[in-house]
C-alpha cells in the first residue's frame, strides 16, 4: 500500500520560511517523479516544482529562487524548502508521485493528504 505523508505546514508571518516534508512508504521516491503542489482557496491545485528520478530538479517560474525542492534517497522522503514566504503562498501544500511526461510536467498516481502552509502577519 502505498502512503505519502506530508508535515512541516504552519502559520508563518511574511519573510519567513518553512521545509515541508514528504515521506513515503510502500514506493520509492528515487525511480519515480515527485511533484509538490499547492491549491489555494477558490483555485486549481497546481504544480511548484518537481524532483525526476535522476534527481534533476524543475520550477514553474513563479517558483524559480524561493522554493528548493530535494530528495533524501535514504529516508525515501521529499523536501521542499520555501523562502520569503509571502501572503500568496497561502495554500495547502501537497506531493504527488509517478512518472516524469517531460516539459516540466508528470502524471500522479498517488497524492499525499496535504499540509497547510497560512502566512500572515
Known amino acids: 500500500q502505498v502512503q505519502l505523508v506530508e508535515s512541516g505546514g504552519g502559520l508563518v508571518r511574511p519573510g519567513g520560511s518553512l521545509r515541508l516534508s514528504c515521506a513515503a512508504s510502500g514506493i520509492i521516491f528515487r525511480i519515480n517523479a515527485v511533484g509538490w503542489y499547492r491549491q489555494a482557496p477558490g483555485k486549481p491545485r497546481e504544480l511548484v516544482a518537481l524532483i525526476r528520478s535522476t534527481g534533476i530538479p524543475r520550477y514553474v517560474d513563479s517558483a524559480k529562487g524561493r522554493f528548493t525542492i530535494s530528495r533524501d534517497n535514504d529516508k525515501n522522503t521529499v523536501y521542499l524548502q520555501i523562502d520569503n514566504l509571502q501572503p500568496e503562498d497561502t495554500a495547502v501544500y501537497y506531493c504527488?508521485?509517478?512518472?516524469?511526461?517531460?516539459?516540466?510536467?508528470?502524471?500522479?498516481?498517488?497524492w499525499g493528504q496535504g499540509t497547510q502552509v497560512t502566512v500572515s502577519s
Open positions: 504527488g508521485t509517478g512518472q516524469y511526461q517531460g516539459w516540466g510536467t508528470m502524471n500522479v498516481d498517488y
